[in-house]
């Protein structure tokens, strides 16, 4: 079982000994390398990105908003992003986000909705019927939450998040799209709701040819007058290594095919997950702790020079996901004294705002 350290216990361990972390190639690069404006960012981006987050309560825990708030004690920052999902019905205000709703500012929300009744796509609806307007009722429900919502704070709004897992479940891709573009009409036009920017999320390896590949699903023609293709291109990234049968994955591996895609269609990325397991996790080769640290001093070097450097559209936001793994595996950032280290200094860096 991977051991678990706070800041306190890092910083205590940092003085005592050195923990050499700063020294990797890529963070020192990530601390003093030059800094490349975004070919296409957001007005107010100055060739920046969001810094986001979901945290999951570890055992011995409850409550999502003390999970989040152990994990921004421990990097020593707030989220400018809060990423947030709800099955078919579940309302979207729940405790932690009216606790979220009453910071000064309060993050912006990543939040989406399921075409399912239980979590991971089991008792699932029909696209084609949410198309054909038999779950209105439901939708005007999300509409009036985020009448609500969005005064307060903007809202990345996600019409099924990672919609291609569920292919032949809740129908086909262009049943998808039909259900996207009435789900978002009925939001943003009939009801007028806001500050809401749409994201399509993807999963990391639709973008490498699964699941008949990206372009299939992306909402292109919107039968809407009033409604534009103007969607965020979202995509989830995960180093699993062995926890999942897979080998190590560099970020710049699982992240270049979904630039790729979103500069394609000429849309800004969103990362609306993203973690990596130590190096040994799961009987990994790799060193704990080191691997994992170079792999988040990559990860900045990557979204913040390597990218803009290839003319890629803009990054809108990072959100990291500090949750339970795959297996033994652990994607959360206190696995080890280095990683940690290496996150917070990540995380602290100019580019994410």
């Known amino acids: 079982m991977e051991q678990r350290w706070s800041r306190r216990r890092f910083l205590r361990a940092g003085a005592a000994g050195g923990l050499g972390v700063l ?32 945290a999951e309560p570890p ?77 209105d009722t439901q939708i005007d429900s999300y509409a009036d939450e985020l009448h609500g919502i969005t005064p307060i ?69 919107s039968p809407y007058p009033n409604v534009g293709p103007d969607q965020l291109m979202g995509i989830d990234l995960y180093n699993r290594n062995v926890c999942h049968d897979k080998g190590w994955r560099r970020f710049d591996w699982l992240a270049d095919p979904a630039w790729q895609f979103a500069t394609s269609v000429g849309r800004p990325l969103f990362i609306g997950e993203c973690g990596c397991v130590e190096g040994d996790a799961c009987g990994g080769k790799l060193p704990h ?19 803009p450097s290839l003319q890629y559209t803009s990054l809108e936001a990072f959100c990291y996901s500090n949750v339970d793994g795959y297996h033994d595996g652990s994607y959360r950032v206190d696995t080890s004294p280095e990683a940690l280290a290496s996150f917070t200094t990540t995380a602290h860096d100019s580019y994410f705002v």
Not at 34 to 42: H, S
Not at 86 to 102: F, S
Not at 191 to 196: A, K, M, Y
């Open 23 to 54: 020294a990797l190639p890529a963070l020192a690069a990530a601390r003093t390398g030059p800094r490349t404006t975004p070919a296409v960012a957001r007005p107010d981006s100055q060739g920046s990105a969001l810094f986001g987050a979901f």
């Open 59 to 135: 055992p011995g825990q409850s409550g999502f908003l003390a999970s989040l708030i152990d994990f921004e004690t421990e990097i020593a920052r707030s989220v400018s992003v809060y990423r947030t999902y709800r099955d078919w019905g579940q309302p979207i205000r729940n405790a932690t986000v009216n606790g979220l709703l009453q910071r000064t500012p309060p993050p912006k929300l990543y939040v989406s909705v399921h075409a399912f009744y239980q979590s991971k796509g089991r008792q699932t609806i029909q696209w084609a019927d949410i198309a054909a307007g038999k779950y």
């Open 153 to 221: 704070t903007p809202v990345y709004m996600c019409f099924h998040h990672e919609m291609e897992n569920e292919l032949n479940k809740c129908g086909t891709a262009a049943d998808f799209k039909r259900a996207y573009w009435y789900f978002r009409n009925r939001v943003e036009i009939i009801h007028d709701v806001p500050n809401l920017t749409w994201v399509v999320t993807y999963m990391g390896n639709t973008v490498r040819g699964m699941h008949g590949g990206p372009a299939i699903w992306w909402p292109t023609t």
């Open 289 to 307: 702790g080191t691997a994992k640290a170079q792999w988040y001093a990559d990860a900045l070097v990557y979204m913040r020079d390597t990218a």
